[in-house]
């Protein structure tokens, strides 16, 4: 079985910053597609920024020079730095990956649990 297990949210006021954490741990063969996810109630979750195994990034318009994502191969793990946030940044924020299994060798998506951001005005 394989875990994410994401830390660092919390409520900051705009124009503040937080840093996310996202460890992974278990039966991990490699860890492809490395990203974050959020939703803000009564919408989709939506796509905020992921991150190839070699370090390509792709971000959602908004975050765009905002936000930077980054990972520890070594220590299987995924970052987001968020600075500048905006109250229209709140929601819950769920880690994302694309694992193959050690085990059965097949390739999974995996999510947190979920961490909660809230930006005051």
């Known amino acids: 079985q394989v875990q994410l297990v994401e830390s660092g949210g919390g409520l900051v006021q705009a124009g503040g910053s937080l840093r996310l954490s996202c460890a992974a741990s278990g039966s991990i063969f490699s860890l492809d597609l490395m990203g974050w996810y959020r939703q803000a109630p009564g919408k989709q979750r939506e796509l905020v920024a992921d991150?190839?195994?070699?370090?390509?990034?792709n971000y959602e318009h908004s975050v765009k020079g905002r936000f930077t994502i980054s990972r520890d191969n070594a220590k299987n793990m995924v970052f987001l730095e968020m600075n500048s946030l905006e109250p229209e940044d709140t929601g819950v924020y769920y880690c994302?990956?694309?694992?193959?299994?050690?085990?059965?060798?097949?390739?999974?998506?995996?999510w947190g649990q979920g961490t909660q951001v809230t930006v005051s005005s």
């Open positions: 994302h990956a694309l694992i193959k299994d050690r085990d059965s060798g097949g390739l999974y998506d995996h």
């Open positions: 991150t190839t195994s070699d370090g390509v990034t």
